[in-house]
């Protein structure tokens, strides 16, 4: 396929680098410094996604995302320095489709893209990756769970479990029902799955430090918060 991105980011060695992954992907791409040139590539039509960092010299990528929305409804993937800025993003408010936290991996970055040009191709944006809550996002095409951009590192377990859980926020789960959702077989007891939400609130809280996500229900079971607020 070819595709054609637009990469608006100031700093060179980044912009080097995911130039570099994008084309190892055979993916084309064009780049400029400033917000405004970004803008006008954009206004050409000739892009199919854009990767837009926040802070540029001449503005910030979020006017850039906004205007672009007037016209446009192609793919926005940010690239972000800082965690607050996140909120923004995943706020939608802005009309994103994904984040990276700088630092990043290129690589990583470039699959990404690949996935969401995939998906909005197929005309279901939303059909793989479930954006359960603002902060947890559930991408069962790679069976992965992403929190607040970081791939959390899942057993079969703990992956089956979150994403029951991350299905229906706020939904109090029983251990019976986590252990169905996860595929346990009944003779493992239910303190087993006390001990997979123990990892897993670990691994989220490593991601997400003061999100406190996981709750639990003392005597009925555990729940995914809809927001970590
Ligand atoms: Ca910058």
Redesign the pocket.
Known sequence: MTVSILLV???KPIADNVMLALARENMGCRHTTLAAEGLALLATGKFDLAIL?????DGNGFDVCRTLRGFSDIPVIF?T?RSDEIDRVVGLEIGADDYVLKPFSPRELAARVKTILRRSRNGAVSANATAATALIKVDDERARIVCLGQPLDLSRTEYLMLKAMAARPEKVFSRAELMDAAGLAEASLERSVDTHIKALRAKVAAAAPDSDLIRTHRGLGYSLARDGA
């Open positions: 980011e100031d700093d960092d926040v802070g540029l010299p690239l320095a």
